[in-house]
Nanobody, 119 residues
Framework: QVQLVESGGGLVQTGESLKLSCVAS????????MRWHRQTPGKERERVAA????????VYADSVQGRFTISRDVAKNTVYLQMNNLKPEDTAVYYCAAGPLYINTTYYWGQGTQVTVSS
């Protein structure tokens, strides 16, 4: 069965770094673009980063450009989100998702992992 399992969330201070992982099972990473989304109660869900099925193209939200990096390890069927210079506004539940790189639809969601940045 298709499954996405995130890990790596936690509590950090402003300016620190965190690396999230998303282990995919039931399909190869090349089958879909892989995306990271985040959501805070009362705010619209935001697409943070995405990587194409080929791994050759990445896309970032303006709010994280230059601070976050999405990558993947095909051998481990795992997608990563390296988050540097974290800010309180980065606080959210982060979700891994499989779907098109640009089209607003999602085929599979992970359960989410909480990231909290204190000031």
């Amino acid at each position: 069965q298709v499954q996405l399992v995130e890990s790596g969330g936690g509590l950090v201070q402003t300016g620190e770094s965190l690396k999230l992982s998303c282990v995919a099972s039931g399909f190869a990473l090349s089958s879909y673009a892989m995306r990271w989304h985040r959501q805070t109660p009362g705010k619209e869900r935001e697409r943070v980063a995405a990587i194409s099925g080929s791994g050759g193209r990445t896309v970032y939200a303006d709010s994280v450009q230059g601070r976050f990096t999405i990558s993947r390890d095909v051998a481990k069927n795992t997608v990563y989100l390296q988050m540097n210079n974290l800010k309180p506004e980065d606080t959210a539940v982060y979700y891994c998702a499989a779907g098109p790189l640009y089209i607003n639809t999602t085929y599979y969601w992970g359960q989410g992992t909480q990231v909290t940045v204190s000031s």
